[in-house]
Nanobody
Framework: VQLQASGGGLVQAGGSLRLSCAASGLSFSTYVMGWFRQAPGKEREFVAAISWSGGSTYYAYYADSVKGRFTISRDNAKNTVTLQMNNLKPEDTAIYYC????????????????WGQGTQVTVSS
């Protein structure tokens, strides 16, 4: 299984970035896909996750700190998950990781089975 995250960079506060994660080697549609982040000296924290229940039914979950600013989406045909980040704040600065968990949603990093390599997001004030 491989998860390849991309799209990080440097942006000013109030700006936007779009992260993408391409997955291979797994039955993508059966996995909950999540984004986590880790800032220097801090623990890895949940950002958002998305599951698929068939047809056009998706469920998205967000940390309170990003709700209303970030949007997670997935494309099961392309095996990709995307995190659109708007109105970025300096406290959003971190390495962002995509992760995959079989079947059920969780906001605990310990419960995810596979991880990507991470992409750096830096928000300047």
């Amino acid at each position: 299984v491989q998860l390849q995250a991309s799209g990080g960079g440097l942006v000013q506060a109030g700006g936007s970035l779009r992260l993408s994660c391409a997955a291979s080697g797994l039955s993508f549609s059966t996995y909950v896909m999540g984004w986590f982040r880790q800032a220097p000296g801090k623990e890895r924290e949940f950002v958002a996750a998305i599951s698929w229940s068939g047809g056009s039914t998706y469920y998205a979950y967000y940390a309170d700190s990003v709700k209303g600013r970030f949007t997670i989406s997935r494309d099961n045909a392309k095996n990709t998950v995307t995190l659109q980040m708007n109105n970025l704040k300096p406290e959003d600065t971190a390495i962002y990781y995509c992760a995959a968990r079989k079947f059920a949603y969780s906001d605990s990093a310990l419960r995810y089975d596979y991880w990507g390599q991470g992409t750096q997001v830096t928000v300047s004030s």
